[in-house]
């Protein structure tokens, strides 16, 4: 930023530059031989690797048609996330690319299929031992089948790097009398130290303007100025350090180096008038406080002018673009998106509308522009595979049934029914998996859910009072709002003796909150969309979420009248109108009034375009996707130091008080 801020841009990573150190970096850091040397690990990987070793190796632009297929491999990558375990085997990667290639969608990777088979086959085929020279050569083939380095142009730094490669490669062939045969994976920790201690520094084109030196290097020739940093009282002149194999005695009287406080005295004296007389200007520098640790000036500098004016000091990039950014760019306060048009397809559901009751900008960034977080990959099931589960059975064991039926049920005929359900569900989602789960993993998640089951029925459905009939599970229904297609999925609907329905949302997890269903900006729209949309003309007693855990279960939500639900809060009762206050909610009708025009406001918000960042309460984003985009500390800190905005814009940030 202050040497050469020309070369900020990552497209100048590589250019020429005002500046140089004098120290090399281990070649094994270099991008290009990193991929290389991953390349060689995993052809030769016959065990389980974590998939974030796969997913760097998949992604790395120095391999296969890596530029031409960058797309399609950014695809497979999310895909994998979402279907692999979280350790899989070369060989299930390679099926998993193969099955992306002939899928529904498939991707266009056909040179990653064929590199990525050649180099197994060829890394997988090699015999156990083999001389280091003749693992040289087939390191050598396996990276020419992957097409290692790339299908672009090397920059020079990066083919200077590959020439350093092969003498690493060299080296490891001289290792023949040495080491005799080794083993395949010795032979790639072997390359890969020899990497490391081989010091990669690219030469320059020119001689640089300003050389950054070690305090005992030497310029090739005079210098204009010097500046020397460092020069604490603790660091110069260095602490004495002995030879611990040698007597500390015989060491002090011969002088020899490191021997004690004299003998680094004199050294360092030395070296102090070496760099005086090594510029006409020489600057040196020393450190106040190293954290709240006070810090003194080296004693050799006493004799040493002090700078009186002081030294001024360069801007950094940030401040630089801070004082010229008025004079280049224009500030447009804009958080209003395309509107919606008619018959114009937008994918999300509920979580749509969830979203832009929470903040407008992550119903936007999320649903319309398709952005994703990447799935976290995971070894079994995840929390949401869990849950999609639980959903299963409970479908499967209410089909047909009342719950007069499952209360007059034996012992044994309710576990055997639970069982057939929980069989299978777990058959159905096996077989739609990438990867079949194992016999012993299935057969603990049957018994998961068994427990968890049974223990749902026999504490919570059947202490129910009232009879009724189990007259929808997973009832999938779309309907049309502010010209807004919403797709709904119900998981159960129960019809009461009397005709009313009750609807119910399985829940898993903790977080189910049904008071904001009195709120203006109805952030759990789900259960109020079907009773206020869909079932119009029925009448709706009670809308509950059912809690299904094992330490907590239960039903929560609001219901017209009391003891319709176990656990649903009647509307009448006080608990109801600490929620739904009675000015606002005299009557059930006006609760799906309520709703329904709540829900209307924020369908209308949508379409409009509405795309601010905006929200109540920063925990409601808790599953939001999309926050890196919504750039929340930047917001802070433009309120915590208005000052910024103001010296960028001249005014405050527009938006209010942050939330």
Request: negative net charge.
């Amino acid at each position: 930023e202050a040497f050469h801020p020309d070369c900020v841009t990552p497209m100048l990573a590589q250019a020429s530059r005002r500046y140089d150190f004098s120290l090399g970096v281990p070649l094994s850091s270099q991008p290009i031989i990193t991929a290389g040397l991953n390349l060689l690990r995993f052809g030769l990987q016959r065990q389980a690797i974590p998939q974030a070793e796969i997913s760097e190796l998949l992604l790395n632009p120095y391999w296969s048609a890596a530029f031409s297929e960058a797309d399609a491999r950014a695809q497979l990558d999310a895909s994998m996330r979402e279907w692999l375990p979280l350790t899989l085997t070369p060989q299930r990667f390679q099926h998993f690319v193969q099955k992306s290639l002939n899928g529904e969608r498939p991707l266009l990777l056909a040179a990653l299929s064929q590199d990525l088979q050649a180099l197994l086959r060829l890394g997988q085929s090699q015999s156990a031992r083999k001389l280091p020279s003749a693992w040289a050569t087939v390191f050598r083939d396996m990276l020419h089948e992957t097409h290692w380095p790339g299908e672009r142009s090397l920059s020079s730094h990066e083919y200077q790097a590959r020439q350093s490669f092969e003498k690493s490669l060299k080296s490891l062939a001289d290792l023949d009398p040495l080491s005799g045969s080794i083993h395949a994976s010795d032979a790639i920790k072997r390359l890969a130290q020899l990497c490391k201690e081989q010091i990669f520094q690219p030469e320059a084109a020119d001689m640089p303007q300003l050389q950054v030196l070690g305090m005992l290097e030497a310029a090739a020739e005079p210098l204009d100025a010097m500046w020397v940093m460092g020069m604490n009282d603790h660091v110069w002149p260095p602490a004495p350090n002995p030879n611990p194999l040698l007597p500390a005695q015989l060491q002090r009287a011969v002088g020899t180096p490191n021997a004690d406080s004299r003998v680094q005295m004199e050294f360092a004296e030395a070296i102090q008038r070496r760099l005086l007389a090594s510029a006409s200007k020489v600057v040196f520098s020393s450190a106040q406080k190293d954290g709240e640790r006070m810090l003194r000036t080296s004693p050799l500098l006493h004799d040493v002018a002090l700078e009186e004016e002081g030294v001024p000091l360069f801007a950094t990039l940030a401040e630089t673009l801070a004082v010229d950014a008025p004079k280049h760019l224009h500030f447009l306060d804009d958080a209003r998106a395309p509107e919606i048009q008619e018959g114009e397809h937008v994918s999300g559901g509920t979580g749509l509308l969830k979203a832009q009751a929470i903040c407008p900008a992550w119903a936007f960034y999320q649903y319309r522009l398709h952005a994703r977080a990447l799935k976290a990959p995971v070894n079994g099931l995840d929390a949401m595979e869990r849950g999609t589960l639980v959903h299963a059975v409970l479908e499967r064991f209410w089909a047909d049934r009342r719950l007069s039926e499952v209360k007059a049920m034996p012992v044994e005929s309710l576990d055997a029914a639970v069982t057939e359900a929980t069989d299978q569900a777990l058959a159905v989602f096996n077989e739609e998996r990438d990867a079949s789960l194992s016999e012993p993993f299935i057969a603990l998640e049957r018994e998961r859910l068994r427990k968890l089951t049974l223990a749902w029925l026999r504490e919570v459905e059947m202490q129910r009072s009232m009879d009724f009939a189990v007259t929808a599970r997973e009832q999938e229904n779309r309907i049309t709002l502010e010209g807004i297609s919403i797709r709904l999925v119900l998981d159960r609907i129960d019809t009461l003796e009397d005709g009313s329905l009750v609807l119910l949302d399985y829940k898993t997890g903790r977080q189910n909150n049904y008071r904001n269903w009195a709120d203006a900006r109805i952030t759990e729209p789900q259960l109020p969309i079907y009773a206020a949309f869909v079932l119009t003309d029925s009448d709706v007693a009670a809308v509950c979420f059912a809690q299904v855990r094992i330490d907590d279960n239960g039903f929560m939500g609001i219901s017209r009248d009391a003891d319709v639900v176990p656990g649903a809060v009647a509307l009448s009762d006080a608990r109801g109108r600490k929620i739904f206050a009675e000015a606002d909610f005299p009557d059930w009708p006006s609760v799906l009034t309520h709703w329904r025009n709540s829900i209307e406001n924020i369908a209308r918000e949508l379409k409009s375009g509405e795309a601010a960042i905006r929200f109540e309460d920063e925990k409601k984003l808790a599953y939001c996707e999309v926050l890196p985009l919504l750039r929340l500390p930047e917001r802070l800190l433009q309120f915590e130091r208005p000052e910024l905005t103001e010296k960028m814009h001249g005014q405050k940030p527009a938006g209010g008080e942050p939330r």
